[in-house]
């Protein structure tokens, strides 16, 4: 069996010889403290032997051409900036807190047409590389990794909330529903375009989507709004996934999932992550409910700051986790920085003992 063969077996909850082998990223201030505690200039993935995992189709999704990257202020130990994505925030130049945000790109309906006729065009030839046809083949003929459609900031609800700003979007439901329809059905539309002209070249087996739409009280909109404004879009990207035998259709959302997990498998997300613990998610309560759910994530990240002792409850869960088929065993989220390098190392060697040993 190839790599590739068991990243897609066990992500549509079958049986395999073995389980591929992955581990969380670190945050950039975590690699430095590692480095600074005898990783050194060593790559701690190699270390760890991780196995690769996905190949991300170099497609655009997002804003042709993009906005200039800028700093417009410094101001010490912060600067104020000008993103890809056309949004101001001011943010420490240490890279060890969020952002403040400033400004979003899209303030009215007009803000929204503009950047829709300049920046999202799917026929926009800038969109592939000029060499499509030969990165294609090569990603095709790759047996270790499952190639990816969508990520990052590429979400019905994600890419609004990115354009207006959180607080907007929100408003904008009920000030202006008209314009939160438009928006995320002609997101939809425009991606949906962009994977037909993909999939001309290129063999895809998971198509994600992103939201980040949850906190720890649940979803930031109602079930309500999802099933209207929502769901109607993923059932054109199922149709999508269905038409051309792509097996995974993948979701993601920080915070808490319980409304979000259920309207979503209903119309066919079979993988979902991170399910973190922090925000009350239990992923054996999620395998009891949804058994042909591949579950990825849901070991609680901040019991590695703590210690050996604190950590066994999760190796623990991953246990039983891996008596059903369809987990994928990972931290919740990427590694913060109060993860000490030997923390980091001896968790993931107990972690392998327990899925291989």
């Known amino acids: ?52 995992e996905f190949n991300c189709a170099p497609v655009n999704l997002g804003l042709s051409p993009w906005f200039e990257e800028k700093i417009i202020e410094d101001k010490g130990e912060t600067q104020i ?34 950047l829709r006729d300049e920046r999202l065009n799917p026929d926009d030839p800038a969109r592939f590389p000029e060499d499509w046809a030969e990165v294609a083949a090569t990603m095709n003929a790759d047996q270790d990794r499952v190639t990816m459609l969508g990520g990052f900031l590429y979400g019905v609800f994600g ?50 989507i992103w939201e980040d739409m949850a906190g720890k009280n649940g979803s930031l ?46 119309v066919g997300v079979n993988r979902y992550i991170p399910f973190e613990v922090v925000a009350g998610n239990d992923i054996l309560e999620y395998r009891r409910r949804f058994p042909d759910l591949c579950i990825n994530g849901g ?18 869960k991953v246990r039983e986790m891996l008596k059903y088929p369809g987990y994928e065993p990972s931290l919740d989220h990427a590694v913060p920085p109060d993860v000490s390098w030997q923390n980091f190392y001896d968790f993931h060697m107990e972690l392998k003992e327990v899925i291989y040993g």
């Open 299 to 316: 070991i609680d990240k901040r019991v590695l700051a703590i210690g050996r002792e604190a950590w066994q409850s999760e190796l623990n």
């Open 81 to 114: 900036c000008q993103d890809s994505w056309g949004i101001i925030f001011e943010a420490r130049k240490d890279g060890c807190s969020m952002p403040r945000w400033i400004e979003h790109p899209v303030k009215c309906r007009s803000d929204w047409e503009r």
């Open 1 to 52: 069996m190839t790599l590739r063969e068991r990243h897609l077996r066990q992500k549509t909850c079958q049986h395999v010889d073995r389980l591929p082998w992955k581990a969380n990223a670190p945050w950039a201030e975590t690699l430095k403290r590692w480095r600074q505690e005898g990783l050194g200039e060593g790559n701690w993935e190699e270390i760890l032997g991780v196995e690769p």
């Open 159 to 208: 890419t609004p909330r990115s354009l207006l700003g959180t607080e907007e979007v929100l408003v904008t439901f009920f000030d202006d529903p008209d314009l939160m329809h438009e928006m995320m059905d002609y997101l939809t539309d425009f991606w949906i375009a962009i994977y037909e002209k993909v999939v001309r070249k290129l063999k895809v087996d998971v198509v994600h």
């Open 221 to 266: 909109i109602s079930p309500e709004l999802i099933r209207e404004f929502m769901l109607p879009n993923y059932i054109k990207v199922k149709q999508f996934v269905d038409k051309h035998d792509i097996p995974i259709f993948s979701g993601d959302s920080d915070g808490n999932l319980r409304e979000l997990v259920p309207i979503f498998h209903e």
